[in-house]
Structures are given as structure tokens and as C-alpha cells.
Nanobody, 124 residues
Framework: QVQLVESGGGLVQAGGSLRLSCAASGRTFNRYTMGWFRQAPGKEREFVAAISWSGGSTYYADSVKGRFTISRDNAKYTVYLQMNSLKPEDTAVYYC?????????????????WGQGTQVTVSS
């Protein structure tokens, strides 16, 4: 069982940056592939980025590629999402998620554990 707690959301102007963190409980954190998803009002949850258990592989949605960076620190049981050049269309609740299959998935149904989410609002 893994418990996930996101932090770092907030209000930022377009072009600005935010860094989201997701702190995990449990000593098996380094066995999990971690992902970030987001959900805007009235829209489906969408994949943002994912990172393998070792941090050696990452994958991004086309909409954030080149602007967002996912990373993890297994010693601190934490995964990060650095978001630069933010746009109003990035406004959403951001969730981190974990799956224990050692594979990177973009489909949210493949993830076993979820945090409560953190709101990111980008003003124009």
C-alpha cells in the first residue's frame, strides 16, 4: 500500500513556473512507476508525465513536452513535476499516481494508487 500526498500547486501567471511534489509513504516506493495526471473541469483525466522506478525512463504527453520535467528522489520517497512556460490551458487539478508493474503507462486505469490532487491555475 502506498499513500500519496501532492503539494506545490497554486496560482501563477502565464509563462510562469511551478514545481509540484508528491510525497509517498512506504519503503517500497522505489518499486513503483510514478505518473502525473491532470483533470480540468468538465474534462476527462489526462496523462501528463511518467517516470520509471529507477528514474532512467520518462515519458511525456505531447502537450507538455519541452515544458514539463518529471523526476524522482527515491531516498526521499518523492516525485516531482517541474512546470515551466505555463499556459492557461494547463489549469487543472494535478494528481500523482503509482503503479507497481514496472512499466510506464499513459492510461490512468493502470495506476493503483492516487493522491488527492493539487490545484494549478494559470492566469492569462
Amino acid at each position: 500500500q502506498v499513500q500519496l500526498v501532492e503539494s506545490g500547486g497554486g496560482l501563477v501567471q502565464a509563462g510562469g513556473s511551478l514545481r509540484l511534489s508528491c510525497a509517498a509513504s512506504g519503503r517500497t516506493f522505489n518499486r513503483y512507476t510514478m505518473g502525473w495526471f491532470r483533470q480540468a473541469p468538465g474534462k476527462e483525466r489526462e496523462f501528463v508525465a511518467a517516470i520509471s522506478w529507477s528514474g532512467g525512463s520518462t515519458y511525456y504527453a505531447d502537450s507538455v513536452k519541452g515544458r514539463f520535467t518529471i523526476s524522482r528522489d527515491n531516498a526521499k520517497y518523492t516525485v516531482y513535476l517541474q512546470m515551466n512556460s505555463l499556459k492557461p490551458e494547463d489549469t487543472a487539478v494535478y494528481y500523482c499516481a503509482a503503479n507497481n508493474n514496472y512499466l510506464i503507462y499513459t492510461d490512468y486505469v493502470r495506476y493503483d494508487y492516487w493522491g488527492q490532487g493539487t490545484q494549478v491555475t494559470v492566469s492569462s
